[in-house]
């Protein structure tokens, strides 16, 4: 159970409340942010809120037990406070948000409402509006291992242990189709689909998913991302590209000859086999039943 600050309370038992909410952001890099929806910059708790940044919320439901309850914020893009490049690189992914009460004439009279974190975020027209999620949606993420045939360890890590020193290749770009397709070149030495769901990441900033990789006749090579690019990439811009894999136990043996850290379960029983039936000695897809 939450207890008013006394100097809080005594405040709200008059007629009169000058009453505004604050919002405290503390990203995963240590940057402390501070908004608020009074008409003034505010000072507490030493950190400074601003009034200008345009934020605003949405009602939020509290649910008593571990419900998992979530509201939405909203604000617009400065180059002073919330830039949207920084949105886009996510440091803001996963940030502590504090709500607060606040009485702004006397801003020593305060409280902590609850804590939440930054969900999903969507940007239009130079806005955003981010969800925010209470810390009991930890509970709902998975724990432990899952059974799959696929491998769900990330390429290069301590579980994969491939070197991937020599699945790297380096480049410049030639020509930008758009914002989601470069031509490349410095990638001759690689066959098509190398680096196929790999990540191509950008001297000058920025690291991209790649969807596909074509080489060309003339040895350059074409590279399709996932998603468009938050900023223009120019030509004769430098970059590096780490290769892809898709998880299957074929590409872990064929490609990187990892098999022996294959960390899937490729021969676990998929849904045809679950509704498969006995026929005789076979099975209805013609398999043996004792192979």
Not at 98 to 115: G, I, K, S
Not at 206 to 235: C, F, M, Q, Y
Request: glycine share 12%; net charge negative.
């Amino acid at each position: 159970m939450k207890v008013l600050p006394a100097g809080l309370a005594a405040h709200l038992r008059g007629d009169v409340t000058t009453i505004c909410h604050c919002w405290r952001v503390l990203r995963r890099d240590g940057v402390v942010l501070g908004f608020t929806d009074h008409d003034g910059d505010l000072v507490l708790d030493g950190t400074r809120f601003l009034a200008s940044s345009g934020f605003s919320a949405s009602e939020a439901e509290t649910e008593s037990g571990l419900s998992a309850s979530a509201g939405t914020v909203a604000g617009g893009f400065s180059n002073d406070v919330i830039a949207e490049v920084d949105l886009a690189a996510g440091l803001y992914d996963g940030a502590r948000v504090e709500l607060l009460v606040v009485n702004w004439r006397a801003p020593d009279q305060f409280m902590r409402l609850n804590v939440r974190e930054i969900g999903e975020v969507s940007r239009a027209s130079g806005e955003f509006v981010a969800e925010l999620r209470s810390l009991a949606h930890r509970l709902d993420q998975p724990q432990g291992r899952v059974y799959g045939r696929r491998c769900d360890a990330s390429l290069g890590d301590g579980r994969c242990r491939v070197n991937l020193g020599a699945y790297r290749g380096e480049g410049t770009v030639v020509l930008v189709r758009d914002r989601s397709r470069l031509v490349v070149e410095g990638l001759q030495a690689f066959a098509s689909g190398f680096f196929g769901q790999g990540v191509l990441r950008l001297e000058a900033g920025g690291e991209l998913e790649i969807d596909a990789h074509v080489k060309n006749a003339d040895g350059t090579a074409e590279l399709s991302l996932w998603l468009p690019s938050e900023r223009e990439i120019v030509v004769g811009e430098a970059f590096s590209v780490v290769a892809g894999c898709d998880k299957a136990f074929a590409t872990c043996r064929q490609k990187f000859g990892n098999q022996l850290n294959f960390r899937g379960f490729p021969h676990v029983p998929g849904s045809d086999f679950a509704y498969s039936f006995a026929d005789g000695e076979r099975l209805h897809d013609g398999s043996p039943i004792f192979p």
